[in-house]
């Protein structure tokens, strides 16, 4: 009887040691954290748009990389996600001009320019 205790024993310790393997395996399967906005901008774009691949991803995140440093990295993930044009670099072109400040078409045009002659004969 003493013999089977044993064993009993020893495979139960089996078992435990099996699954704190498992457990320390799965736990150290995760991802590292990325590093810059550049990183976090494709996370966040591969998750978000699903018709995006890793690829299209990290290159639309680069191409708008003024529009991560202005903190409208999120409002551009969106709209490629909500648009109806492939994931490209036009798609991204196109939502990065309509996010933040500008979204209103930027600044107005400048004046034409006055006649040097004209202001010669003001003096």
């Known amino acids: 009887m003493g013999q089977r205790e044993i064993r009993y024993e020893f495979g139960v310790n089996r078992f435990t040691f099996a699954v704190s393997a498992l457990v320390v395996v799965v736990g150290c399967n995760s991802q590292e954290p990325p590093s810059g906005p550049e990183a976090i901008c494709a996370r966040a774009c591969e998750a978000n748009a699903s018709r995006c691949t890793h690829h299209q991803c990290s290159r639309g995140c680069n191409l708008v990389l003024d529009r991560?440093?202005?903190g409208e990295?999120?409002?551009?993930?969106?709209?490629?996600?909500?648009?109806p044009l492939?994931?490209?670099?036009?798609?991204?072109?196109?939502?990065a001009v309509r996010v933040g400040v500008h979204?209103?078409?930027?600044?107005?045009?400048?004046?034409?320019p006055s006649d040097v002659e004209e202001e010669d004969e003001g003096l």
């Open 86 to 95: 492939a994931c490209n670099d036009r798609a991204w072109a196109h939502c």
């Open 68 to 70: 991560l440093a202005e």
């Open 73 to 83: 990295g999120d409002r551009v993930i969106d709209c490629v996600a909500k648009s």
């Open 103 to 112: 979204a209103d078409g930027g600044p107005p045009a400048p004046r034409p």
